[in-house]
């Protein structure tokens, strides 16, 4: 299942640049996903088949999410999409007292 705040991410942001009559192009692409980890290969493959989806000025956000969602092609591409800076919280817990905390920003 394709996670749903990539999917709402990448709509967001087809969602911005169509209504900016923002050219989707692979350099369009690449800026709005900068914070994401994602190959030029990715990239020119998501854009590929974007296009192919006949998204439109005219759709709602969610509306773009949804057909996001039902592309088998763009869920294989956005499962392997990150974001550069994710944060992971450990938490552990002995006896009565404060809990120790690890936070790593991978």
């Excluded at 900068?34 to 493959?45: A, F, L, P, T, Y």
């Excluded at 294989?76 to 990150?82: A, F």
Aim: proline fraction near 1%.
């Amino acid at each position: 299942m394709i996670d749903i705040i990539t999917s709402a991410t990448l709509s967001g942001i087809i969602y911005d640049m169509l209504k900016t009559s923002t050219k989707l192009s692979m350099e369009n692409l690449k800026e709005h996903l900068r914070g994401w980890i994602i190959s030029d290969g990715e990239v020119q493959k998501l854009k590929n088949e974007l296009l192919h989806l006949n998204l439109n000025d005219g759709m709602s956000e969610k509306a773009i999410q949804s057909t996001l969602e039902s592309s088998d092609k763009i869920k294989e591409i956005l499962s392997g999409m990150q974001p550069h800076n994710q944060t992971t919280v450990s938490q552990f817990h002995e006896g009565c007292g404060d809990n120790n905390i690890t936070i790593n920003n991978n």
